[in-house]
């Protein structure tokens, strides 16, 4: 079983940064991150493969967003933050790379993002 818990989320202003952290039992899989707004479907935002080599972004976060792992850990730096990246934002361990909710089997409780403008 694996437990991810993230940390980091708050308040901030438009243009501001924040740095997610999720930590992990197991990091032998597919990290990723999602958020969803309140009555919206959960998003993909980013992810890193198994052995760390592949990123993968959505579109509204590229050059702005950055994923990393290390042993114990998965991080989202996010800079140049927008009011539109206000949701909860959530961590998420699966098998190979997708950007499909349902494709991860693991996932840490939210931690909750608020952009002011």
């Known amino acids: 079983q694996v437990q991810l818990v993230e940390s980091g989320g708050g308040l901030v202003q438009a243009g501001g940064s924040l740095r997610l952290s999720c930590a992990a039992s197991g990091l032998a899989f597919t990290m990723g991150w999602f958020r969803q707004a309140p009555g919206k479907e959960r998003e993909f935002v980013a992810a890193?493969?198994?052995?760390?080599?592949n990123t993968y972004y959505a579109d509204s976060v590229k050059g702005r967003f950055t994923i990393s792992r290390d042993k114990n850990a998965v991080y989202l730096q996010m800079n140049s933050l927008k009011p539109e990246d206000t949701a909860v934002y959530y961590c998420?361990?699966?098998?190979?790379?997708?950007?499909?909710?349902?494709?991860?089997?693991?996932w840490g409780q939210g931690t909750q993002v608020t952009v002011s403008s």
């Open positions: 890193r493969s198994r052995n760390g080599g």
């Open positions: 998420a361990a699966g098998g190979a790379y997708s950007p499909k909710a349902y494709d991860y089997d693991y």
